[in-house]
T-cell receptor, first 116, second 110 residues
Framework: EAGVTQFPSHSVIEKGQTVTLRCDPI?????LYWYRRVMGKEIKFLLH????????ESGMPNNRFLAERTGGTYSTLKVQPAELEDSGVYFC??????????????FGPGTRLTVL | SQQGEEDPQALSIQEGENATMNCSYK?????LQWYRQNSGRGLVHLIL?????REKHSGRLRVTLDTSKKSSSLLITASRAADTASYFC??????????FGAGTQVVVTP
């Protein structure tokens, strides 16, 4: 079975441009998470979807970031307009269910975004 | 506040040696997980320890958790060159949101 996939693997854009990242979770996984790691910093949570609904978007840095998960399958994360500080690696993860205290998340390989 | 602060930031050892890294966190947790990231790849789940557990083993990995000190440690025994990677601890809330530390970069030389 395919794991979590992300597209593109790399993206280089200029400041002010728009970029859309895509994540395809493992089939059947209701939970989808976005995280990002900016250079030299820790991996930070961005948001969490349960099916098509946003459960928690407390980590979204500002309104230049828009995440969607129409139909509860794949998700997109759009950055518009991109700024230099948006550069980093964006990870997507999915999990099957929320247990009482166990929730293994399966991560994609990440999208490396460079804003020039 | 930052969860999962780790030390050391970097660790260089030889094959066969043990590698120990520590993680501290600030708030209450449901569980604590350790992940590995090889260069250019995604995060791979290594081991989870629940808040009511003190120690857990998985192959060459040993994890401890001290909730009174809000700290955890990961021990890799008999390290191999293939263990070269970044290791992250992450605390989990009830909705599964992971809060990561900055990670420890481990380099194992043959």
């Amino acid at each position: 079975e395919a794991g979590v996939t992300q597209f593109p693997s790399h993206s280089v854009i200029e400041k002010g441009q728009t970029v859309t990242l895509r994540c395809d979770p493992i089939s059947g996984h209701d939970n989808l998470y976005w995280y990002r790691r900016v250079m030299g910093k820790e991996i930070k949570f961005l948001l969490h979807f349960v099916k098509e609904s946003k459960q928690d978007e407390s980590g979204m840095p500002n309104n230049r970031f828009l995440a969607e998960r129409t139909g509860g399958t794949y998700s997109t994360l759009k950055v518009q307009p991109a700024e230099l500080e948006d550069s980093g690696v964006y990870f997507c993860a999915s999990s099957q269910e929320i247990g009482d205290d166990y929730n293994e998340q399966f991560f994609g390989p990440g999208t490396r975004l460079t804003v020039l | 506040s930052q969860q999962g602060e780790e030390d050391p930031q970097a660790l260089s050892i030889q094959e066969g040696e043990n590698a120990t890294m520590n993680c501290s966190y600030k708030t209450s947790i449901n569980n604590l997980q350790w992940y590995r990231q090889n260069s250019g790849r995604g995060l791979v789940h290594l081991i989870l320890i629940r808040s009511n557990e003190r120690e857990k083993h998985s192959g060459r990995l040993r994890v401890t958790l001290d909730t009174s000190k809000k700290s955890s440690s990961l021990l890799i025994t008999a390290s191999r060159a293939a263990d070269t990677a970044s290791y992250f601890c992450a605390s989990t809330d009830s909705w599964g949101k992971l809060q990561f530390g900055a990670g420890t970069q481990v380099v194992v030389t043959p």
